[in-house]
Each structure stands twice: as structure tokens, then as C-alpha cells.
């Protein structure tokens, strides 16, 4: 039996097994389209912290409950709508086959910059065949993502537009200006600009890994991680020397902090 062969014989048996819990499980049974959206949103970030971590295994596992989240998704769907598993697939193969010419087509893309440069092409194509209005616009791009990376992929899109900062420096000097503005809503006491001018803070700051290759996400979570190995850090310490982190100072807590970050405390939180 050939690995294709295989591989299509157990997707077979899961769906047959999502396809049955769904029939037979009061769980399953009461799901309706509107509740799948958490759970895939759940599993999508469980593999993408399983990659970050860096086990095949854990991978594989995570990557296996997205896809039954996938699955059972699909298979609401069809009850729910003329849209059936099949379909979903035969679409979704059809847009992949569309939107790489450069494979199933006489275009040539020898770079993966013109990869990318075809494939928004094509998608804008597509968004105008549907809505001639709104092709150009940037209203629907990451709307359901988590801010950070809907921020990141504005910027992404905008640069291939023609517009963007010219380098790292200038989303620098892009978040000091909106900082000094954050600090000169505070000093009006006008908290709701504040929170404004914060909002441009963060989408510049966003948008400054791509600048040096890295992805906002991942920067983001290895800050995350940092933060974690050294705050245990510092509650071990405190631990050690019989205090109470809620009892001490800013001035104590801080005195700790600078302890724990000298001592190069960087363990991966896992």
C-alpha cells in the first residue's frame, strides 16, 4: 500500500469516527456552526505553540486535533448548508491549483517573492470578480485574526501596495512619535485618546520584526516565555530568602527582578 494510499485510508476512518461521534455523542450532537469557532481557533494555537516548542510528537498530536476540529466543522456544515465535505476539498483544490500558475500554469516564478506577487494578484483578481468596489481595500484582510498578527498582515499588505516604513528605523522613530503622544493624552488627563494613540503605539511596534526577518508572534511569545522563566525566577528567590512578593516594595521587587535578569535566567516555559 503506498503512502498516498495509507494516508487517504486514515483520513477515511477519522472522518468516519468524527462522522459517528457526531450522530451518537449528546456532546457532539448538540454542536451547532456557531460553536466550532472557539474550538478551531484553541487547536490552531495548540500546534502553533507545539512547533514553537519543537517536538515531533507533540506536533503531530496538536496537528491531529486540528484537523478532527477541521472534520467536525465540515461535517456540521453539511448538515447545516448544500456545502458537503467534498465540495469544501474540491474547492480548496481548485484554489490552490488557481492561485499557483507557476506549477499548473505557463507563468513563471523562479523567486519567492513572485510566488507571493502572483498569488495576491490572483486573490485580487478574485475579490474583484465578487466585489469590483472593494477589491482594492484592505477592510477584509486579517479580520479574523488576533489583532497582533491582523496588524503585521496589514502592514504586509499595505507594503505591497507601495506603501510602508522604509526600514526598522523609521517604525522606530513611527513608535516614539505616538508614545509622545500617548504621554501628552495622560498629561490632559484624556484617557480615551491615550488609549488611541496607544492603539498606533502597538500597530507600529507590530510591524517592526518583519523589518529583520521575524514574525511578530513569534517575538511576541519568546518575550512571553522570557518574562515567565524570569518571573519564576524572582519568586524563587523571594521564596528562598522567606518573603512575600505582595508585601514588598516596586523598589524590593525590582531589586529581585535585576538579580534574576543578571543572572541570564532564560529557560524555555514550556
Known amino acids: 500500500m503506498s503512502e498516498d494510499t495509507t494516508a487517504a ?6 472522518l468516519a469516527v468524527v462522522t459517528e461521534l457526531r450522530a451518537r455523542c449528546a456532546w457532539d450532537r448538540e454542536q451547532k456552526l456557531g460553536d466550532t469557532p472557539r474550538h478551531l481557533v484553541e487547536e490552531a494555537y495548540e500546534v502553533a505553540d507545539a512547533v514553537a516548542r519543537g517536538n515531533p510528537i507533540d506536533i503531530a ?23 458537503d465535505l467534498a465540495t469544501v476539498m ?37 475579490r474583484a470578480s465578487k466585489n469590483p468596489d472593494d477589491a482594492g481595500s484592505l477592510a477584509h484582510v486579517g479580520r ?55 492603539g498606533d503605539l502597538m500597530l507600529a511596534i507590530a510591524n517592526a520584526p518583519r523589518f529583520i526577518d521575524h514574525d511578530a508572534e513569534t517575538t511576541l511569545r519568546a518575550a512571553c516565555d522570557k518574562f515567565v522563566a524570569r518571573f519564576d525566577e524572582v519568586a524563587r528567590i523571594a521564596a528562598a530568602r522567606g518573603l512575600d512578593l505582595k508585601s514588598m516594595s516596586p ?20
Open 90 to 126: 474540491q474547492n480548496a483544490a481548485d484554489k490552490l491549483v488557481r492561485r499557483h500558475p507557476h506549477v499548473y500554469g505557463d507563468i513563471r516564478a523562479d523567486t519567492s517573492d513572485q510566488v507571493i506577487e502572483n498569488w495576491e494578484r490572483i486573490k485580487l483578481d478574485e
Open 61 to 83: 498530536e496538536e496537528l491531529g486535533d486540528a484537523i478532527v476540529q477541521c472534520l467536525f466543522t465540515g461535517v456540521i456544515l453539511a448538515e447545516e448548508s448544500k456545502l
Open 144 to 198: 479574523g485574526l488576533p489583532s497582533l498578527m491582523r496588524a503585521e498582515k496589514l502592514g504586509e499588505k499595505a507594503r505591497r501596495a507601495g506603501m510602508d516604513w522604509a526600514n526598522i528605523r523609521e517604525v522606530i522613530a513611527q513608535a516614539r512619535e505616538e508614545l509622545d503622544e500617548v504621554e501628552q493624552a495622560l498629561d490632559r488627563n484624556d484617557t480615551a485618546h491615550a488609549a488611541e494613540e496607544l
Open 251 to 270: 523598589a524590593e521587587v525590582d531589586t529581585i527582578w535585576n538579580e534574576a535578569k543578571a543572572a541570564g535566567t532564560n529557560r524555555k516555559y514550556r
Open 9 to 14: 485510508h486514515a483520513f477515511a476512518k477519522l
